[in-house]
């Protein structure tokens, strides 16, 4: 039996010549550390690709996927090659501290692709070392789901630029210390797309890229379970196409249709865009949509475990290729199930290395709402623990609307009613609650089940133009606090530092007309964006405010990503305590989410091992319980934070 086990962990003979068919001639060294990385990484890619399929057929399919990868591997630039050198010595890099993102459509940010390229000196000005840039590749005409229908994943969109202008931009970051993050949206394809296309052509092999039914008994039974995600402009999961005489399954806009990954040729497709992108230089790839991935009767088919398998065998063949490539799941899910695209059990940190924590997110601005922190500690508290070698994506807000994904047990049991919590968020966020000073949009009424979900920019859902600029400020900048001290890798949201609040002309564009989301993804008003050096105004303590939290934070080794953070039982209802475990001691967040002051009895930093006097709150650079007696409260300054740590000066 060990005889066997061993066996099996090497890569089959035929593998093997599959590797080096797909590598072709290559130097002796670099065919040498290829068979080396296929030999380390072979137990996961089989081990994922056989929680999909048969022996035999995924066996046939890991053959292919390796003779991809020894192709890409072949052609990958020197450059590239020496990223994936030192990021194998360096595998840790996504979670240190100095590492800050940022996202922005590029069309919104400069007009093009070349355009981002002049605009860089304004990341650096923030600290930003990682650029998202949202959906780019070719898309249809017409409606594309802000770049998220893609006709052709090799091209990128003519208005923006070419895919040389693409490769010159990721060289050009990288050579100032920024690694370029791009969506692979592999859930769907435009209708337009050439596979769609073929289908509808009647091309049995293409037909079987997509989940098509003859009639409506199996999207029926589908549907008992599924939900909408577009209920209001997209409702139901199937669209009726008349030249495939068939519905098939289009779980977003019914012009983007899914994609069937049980078809080791439809895995085969997008292994090999993974492998080009990542050769364009692409650091991170953003897995868009990766719960959907499989679909199963009787379920949501959100999350089911084929899609951690294929998200394995995606990772396996990467570490193989081009190990430099981070991947990152976008899974707005419940806490319970988004812990496992980081890894958990088999998986374990053979998956997603970024996750969005969504839940965060949510918190921040139920938090803020409520002035009240318990139901954030119980539901962050209660999350399960994830690799330490993975990091959550923290954000303030993204281009997507924020949904009030909270459980109704969760709020149960901080004695709230679920339903009546999600409704006053909603209220609250689009200013139809007394005296709220937010003003989002709601974005898809789900009449069924009441749900309403919120557009708006962080200004806008903080109050800019409602509330005083005084309380706007504080509120952008704890929120965005929050998340730089949490201890994960913190995407700013493009507009965000400077407040722009919601574009009032998002629905100009006829395109756009039906979809509120652009609100909250304005156009860099980079006339205005002088604002930022008159002093005193919105625009210039929002940009300082954040540019300065990011240096210090990147000098902090206790927000390294390794370690997870504990949200403490408030002593205050109004302040939030978050404890980071760090081998260089403990670190103490402290957040007042009211616009009154709040108090922290010194002994609580002292039972997480701070020394009251002297501990320093690296923000100020003070010590905000100097001098208060031990058995007394520090105060916190309404929305006021800290970050305490031992001071050692
Ligand atoms: C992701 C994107 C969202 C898009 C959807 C469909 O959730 O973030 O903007 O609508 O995928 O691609």
């Not at 040498?32 to 081990?47: I, K, N, Q, T």
């Not at 990467?318 to 490539?325: F, K, M």
Request: glycine fraction near 8%.
């Amino acid at each position: 039996m060990a005889g066997m086990d061993t066996d099996r962990r090497r890569p089959p003979d035929d593998v093997l010549v599959a590797a080096a068919e797909g590598l072709g001639a290559v130097a002796e060294h670099e065919a040498e550390l290829f068979a080396l990385r296929v030999a380390r990484w072979w137990p996961d890619l089989r081990d994922g690709l056989e929680a999909l399929h048969d022996a035999p057929v995924a066996h046939d399919l890991a053959r292919r996927l390796v003779a991809l990868a020894g192709r890409a591997f072949a052609e990958r630039a020197p450059e590239l090659k020496r990223l994936d050198q030192v990021r194998t010595l360096e595998p840790d890099w996504f979670q240190q501290p100095r590492v800050l993102g940022y996202a922005t459509y590029v069309d919104r940010f400069a007009d093009d692709l070349r355009g981002v390229a002049e605009h860089i000196d304004h990341l650096e000005a923030l600290g930003v070392t990682y650029l998202h840039l949202m959906p780019l590749l070719r898309t249809r005409d017409g409606p594309n789901d802000g770049g998220y229908a893609v006709i052709d994943y090799r091209s990128v969109s003519p208005d923006i630029g070419t895919v040389d202008d693409l490769r010159e931009l990721a060289t050009l970051l990288r050579a100032r210390g920024i690694s370029l993050c791009l969506d692979l949206v592999l859930n769907h394809i435009a209708r337009e797309h050439r596979w769609a296309e073929a289908a509808r052509d009647g091309d049995p092999r293409y037909r079987r890229y997509f989940h098509v039914f003859g009639d409506r008994a199996l999207p029926d039974a589908f549907e008992r379970t599924l939900p909408e995600v577009f209920p209001d402009f997209a409702p139901g999961n199937f669209t009726w196409d008349d030249d495939l005489d068939g519905w098939v399954w289009t779980t977003f806009n019914s012009w983007q249709w899914d994609v069937d990954w049980s078809n080791p040729d439809v895995f085969c497709e997008y292994a090999d865009v993974v492998l080009f992108l990542a050769n364009l230089g692409v650091e991170v790839v953003r897995l868009d949509a990766v719960a959907f991935l499989w679909k199963r009767l009787g379920t949501t088919s959100q999350n089911e475990p084929e899609v951690h398998a294929i998200t394995q065998a995606l990772h396996a063949l990467t570490r193989i290729a081009c190990p430099a490539v981070a991947f990152k799941a976008e899974a707005i899910v419940g806490p319970a199930d988004v812990v496992h695209y980081l890894g958990r059990g088999v998986h374990h940190g053979k998956v997603s290395d970024l996750a969005y924590h969504n839940t965060l997110m949510v918190q921040i601005w139920s938090m803020l709402a409520m002035r009240d922190v318990r139901l954030a500690v119980h539901v962050m508290g209660a999350i399960a623990e994830v690799p330490s070698t993975t990091a959550w994506i923290t954000y303030v807000r993204c281009h997507d609307d924020i949904g009030w994904a909270i459980d109704d047990a969760d709020a149960a049991a901080v004695e709230l009613s679920g339903h009546a919590h999600r409704t006053f968020l909603s209220d609250y966020y689009s200013g139809d609650y007394w005296q709220s000073p937010a003003r989002g949009l709601v974005f898809q009424h789900n009449e069924a089940t009441g749900d309403r979900r919120i557009s708006g920019t962080t200004a806008s859902l903080a109050g800019r133009g409602v509330a005083s600029d005084d309380e706007v400020v504080a509120r952008i900048l704890l929120a965005h606090t929050i998340v730089l001290g949490w201890g994960g890798l913190p995407v700013l949201w493009m507009g965000d530092e400077l407040a722009l609040p919601n574009d009032d002309r998002w629905a100009d564009d006829p395109l756009h007309a039906d979809d509120n989301r652009w609100a909250h993804r304005p156009r860099m008003p980079w006339a205005g964006e002088a604002d930022r050096h008159v002093a005193g105004s919105v625009e210039q303590r929002v940009f300082n405010g954040l540019a300065r939290r990011a240096s210090i934070r990147a000098g902090l080794e206790h927000l390294h990503a390794s370690v997870r953070t504990e949200p403490l039982e408030p002593s205050d209802p109004g302040i939030l305590l978050l404890l980071r475990r760090h081998h260089h001691g403990p670190m103490l967040g402290v957040y007042n989410v009211t616009e009154r002051r709040g108090a922290v009895p010194l002994r609580r930093l002292h039972d997480v091992g701070l020394d009251p006097p002297t501990a320093l709150d690296v923000l100020t650079g003070t010590h905000p319980a100097a001098g208060v007696d031990a058995d007394a409260d520090a105060t916190v300054e309404p929305y006021g934070a800290w970050w305490l740590v031992s001071d050692r000066r």
